[in-house]
């Protein structure tokens, strides 16, 4: 269990965004001969499940064509992984507890393998439905769990970049996955993408088990231990930052392919390329996570997810006004969410206290809610015909909710803080 640090002294800083200090041991939890080669096994799976989860995106006119349904339907196949993610990552983290974390790891990517699978063979709609549901329900639970695992490999200050390391995969594949997928699927039939998934992740399986060290569960864990995370206002503050916030971004970037083709006049061929600036966007944000969390995680929360609210109001007028600008938007659209992850996830891991392994998997249980509520409220204004610039402003005004949430999250802590302890500063809630 990672535990906060005492509480600041007297006369310290009184700001009310100050995070959590991260634990005062520099030394690792767990000792690894291979420590980089392990992150390395935990980016491979992001990077599986990065490829399975934004393919969709850049393949909604084929899928709606291969399984003969409109465009606006075809993202319900979005919202179903995105709900097999909600569903999973609270159910497998809780009932896995117990497990030692490396066989969890190694169990929850042999199923996402054989889900994968099935979703290349889907011949219908509902069994496309079905099977992108499973592929959703390892989702989490592996991001949580592996984000654990890829935090107990570094000393305690280098938590961070530990976490954003792994989640490294899932912007890589952005870069290199999704595009060669998206083209894999134009022009051989919306069904390989899965494929090549369910092979990346039996590549996965092979490299969890030859680098990632034993990493025994929490000793005191148990699924009753797992819910006293809920009881904890922090992290309910936390986890309603990521939904509403990431709503927004993602009932834009779940129609990226028509509003590309529709608002900014692109080919369809140039979309894998598109997909990939947004990869190097999440690439780039993942890298400046660990740098703006320094300022302290809740600060850093609220600029970035500032930043995002007004991004998302300029993206359908850039995409809208040239070419240029819409590549931009595009890459912003990538860096920020991206730089905002692993903060959220750290800043879950300080206040969850005893109901570690659940509050990390939850963290993309909601983000993934946040994914299924975006796409939906996406094709709410779409079928209204209000048209492709409009599920960004939608997302804007979500943004700004998430801004306030966090605030209200630091204010909050503040006063718990004030009450515990008679001072100031904040250290966690």
């Known amino acids: 269990m990672i535990e906060s640090a005492p509480p600041a002294p007297a006369g310290a800083s009184t700001a009310p965004l100050e995070t959590t200090s991260a634990p005062a041991s520099m030394e690792p939890v767990v000792r690894s001969r291979h420590t980089n080669l392990a992150l390395l096994a935990l980016a491979i799976g992001g990077f599986a499940i990065g490829t399975t989860e934004f393919v969709t995106m850049g393949l909604l006119p084929e899928v709606a064509k291969g399984v003969g349904i409109?465009?606006?339907?075809?993202?319900?196949?979005?919202?179903?992984?995105?709900?097999?993610v909600v569903v999973g990552a609270p159910v497998l983290a809780t009932l896995g507890s117990k497990m030692p974390r490396k066989r969890l790891l190694l169990w929850l990517m042999g199923g996402f393998a054989i889900a994968n699978g099935l979703s290349a063979l889907a011949s219908s709609y509902g069994l496309l439905m079905g099977a992108r549901f499973l592929s959703g329900l390892p989702h989490g639970a592996y991001f949580g769990v592996g984000s654990l695992v890829a935090a107990s490999l570094v000393p305690a200050h280098r938590r961070t970049w530990a976490v954003s390391m792994m989640i490294t995969g899932l912007t890589v594949a952005n870069i290199v996955g999704v595009p060669l997928t998206t083209r894999l699927g134009q022009d051989y039939g919306w069904q390989w993408p899965y494929a090549a998934v369910a092979v990346l992740a039996a590549v996965t399986v092979l490299a969890v088990w030859r680098w990632v060290p034993y990493c025994p569960p929490d000793g005191g864990a148990t699924m009753r231990s797992e819910f006293t995370a809920l009881r904890r206002p922090q992290v309910w503050f936390a986890l309603a930052v990521g939904t509403v916030g990431f709503g927004g971004m993602f009932a834009t970037f779940s129609y990226i392919s028509p509003t590309m083709t529709e608002l900014g006049g692109f080919s369809s061929g140039t979309i894998p390329w598109i997909l990939a600036v947004y990869g190097v966007g999440m690439t780039v944000g993942a890298m400046l996570s660990g740098p703006v969390s320094r300022m302290g995680l809740l600060r850093g929360i609220c600029v970035v997810m500032g930043?995002?609210?007004?991004?998302?109001?300029?993206?359908g007028p850039a995409v809208a006004e040239s070419k240029w600008l819409a590549i931009v938007a595009v890459f912003m659209l990538g860096l920020l969410p991206s730089a905002l992850v692993p903060m959220?996830?750290?800043?879950?891991?300080?206040?969850?206290?005893?109901?570690?392994?659940?509050?990390?998997?939850?963290?993309?249980?909601?983000?993934?809610?946040?994914?299924?509520?975006?796409?939906?409220?996406?094709?709410?204004?779409?079928?209204?015909?209000?048209?492709?610039e409009w599920p960004s402003r939608l997302g804007a005004i979500l943004a700004v909710l998430g801004v306030f949430i966090a605030l209200a999250s630091g204010l909050t802590a503040r006063r718990t803080n004030r009450r515990v302890t008679g001072r100031g500063p904040l250290v966690g809630g």
């Open 307 to 315: 930043t995002i609210a007004v991004m998302l109001a300029l993206f």
């Open 70 to 84: 409109s465009i606006p339907t075809a993202g319900h196949v979005v919202s179903a992984y995105a709900a097999g």
């Open 344 to 388: 959220l996830q750290t800043r879950l891991m300080d206040v969850a206290h005893e109901g570690q392994s659940l509050a990390a998997a939850l963290n993309h249980s909601t983000l993934n809610l946040a994914n299924a509520l975006g796409a939906w409220l996406g094709s709410i204004v779409l079928s209204a015909g209000l048209g492709y």
